[in-house]
Structure formats: structure tokens, C-alpha cells
């Protein structure tokens, strides 16, 4: 029997490919509880149990510093889809304009005030200035940026992440420090390869 695809059919399918390939862009699922380190046969709470932020509150930062709980520091995440970072910043700093390629982004101000923002694949930019207590959503795969705009006081939030490897790409780094012909970005920028190379110089300075 042989079959008869009309233009609308033929769409549909399209759709139902594509809609069951993006579904599984994502964390995979795992078919256990969670998955235990190689040739172990049993574990204990320690396994579920990350200690390296103790304390991380009291510490002193100079710069905008992102502690991570990822699966590559903290492997009971592996399969489970989420990992957190803890970030700190000091009076007037800035994380950068960056994105994270696999997870949508969840954060919480704990202490302080924030300029945040996130920019759409339509070049719309969405700001907003947090206070201690708000929420802010950064959707997956999308550049966005915190900045402490309160020159005399820190900030402190939390970010959970949906993906336990989220894959962070910083812009700044990824244009500047990624090996980029010189004279591409000068040309990408409409400017010259002098400014360029003060620029590269001014991102790799601490």
C-alpha cells in the first residue's frame, strides 16, 4: 500500500521529529535512583553530602567570584539535572555578559542590590534591579549579566541551574581570548587592530 503525503502531513511530521529531538536537548534521564561512583558497590550520606561552601559567607572577596556545585565537583549531580553556584560581589563589581549553553538559570539575591539583565535572540535587552529576597529567571542559552551597582556594600545570591553541567561560555573571554584573528574582531567591531589588541590586553589583566 503505498502512502500519500499531503503538504500539511508532511509539515506535521516535520514538527513531531523536530519537537522529539529538542525534547531530549537536555540533561538525560537515568534509569536508577542516581548513579554511584565506578566499581563501588555501595555509598553512604557522605556521597550526597557537599561540604566545600562552608563558611564561604564569612570569606572576603576583591572580585566578583563564582563558587560552583556542578557534577565535576560535586558527582551525585551526574544525571539528576541541577547544580548551583553561590556568588559574591564586592562593592561596584560585575559578572560579565556570559551565557549558559544547557541550563536556564535561577537566582536569588540573598544580601544587597543587583543590576541584572538578560538579552533575547531579538536583541531585547530585559533589565532589572534587584533587592535582598528577589527572584530573577535567565533563560537557557541566553547572555546575561549581574552587576553591584551599590559601590559601598557587597552582594551575595544564589543561582540554581538546570542542567548539572550548564556549560558557562564568558563572552569577554570567549571574543577576546579564544585566538580570533585580530584583524576578524577589528572588522566584527568596525574599528582597528590597535584598539583590538588593547582591549585583548585589558580582559586578560586580573
Given amino acids: 500500500m503505498a502512502w500519500i ?26 534509569l536508577s535512583d ?5 566499581k563501588q558497590i555501595s555509598v553512604d550520606a557522605n556521597y550526597f553530602t557537599y561540604t566545600a561552601m562552608r563558611g564561604i559567607f564569612q570569606k572576603s572577596v576583591d572580585k ?33 555578559p556570559h551565557y549558559h549553553s544547557r ?21 531585547v535587552l530585559y533589565t532589572q534591579r534587584l533587592k535582598a529576597g528577589d527572584i530573577f ?4 542559552g541566553l547572555q546575561h549579566y549581574q552587576y553591584n551597582y551599590d559601590h559601598n556594600k557587597k552582594a551575595v545570591g544564589v543561582a540554581a541551574l538546570g542542567s548539572a553541567s550548564p556549560g558557562t561560555v564568558s563572552l569577554p573571554s570567549s571574543i ?9 574582531l577589528a572588522k566584527s567591531f568596525k574599528t582597528d587592530v590597535k584598539t583590538i589588541k588593547r582591549i585583548k590586553t585589558a580582559a586578560t589583566t586580573p
Avoid at 34 to 38: K, L, N, R, V
Avoid at 71 to 93: D, I, R, T, Y
Avoid at 176 to 184: A, K, P, R, T
Fill in 103 to 123: 541550563a536556564t538559570g535561577l537566582f536569588l539575591l540573598l544580601e544587597g542590590v543587583l543590576e541584572v539583565g538578560f538579552v533575547d535572540t531579538k536583541d
Fill in 5 to 30: 503525503f499531503t503538504k500539511s502531513t508532511l509539515l506535521l511530521l516535520i514538527f513531531k521529529i523536530f519537537i522529539s529531538r529538542t525534547a531530549v536537548a537536555s540533561d538525560p534521564d537515568i
Fill in 176 to 184: 577576546f581570548n579564544s585566538g580570533i584573528s585580530e584583524l576578524v
Fill in 64 to 96: 566578583c567570584t563564582t563558587t560552583k556545585a556542578t557534577k565535576a565537583e560535586f558527582p551525585v549531580l551526574n544525571g539528576q539535572g541541577v547544580s548551583l553556584a553561590v556568588l559574591q560581589f564586592p562593592p561596584g563589581s560585575v559578572n560579565p
Fill in 137 to 140: 529567571l535567565f533563560p537557557k
Fill in 34 to 38: 542516581f548513579i554511584a561512583p565506578e
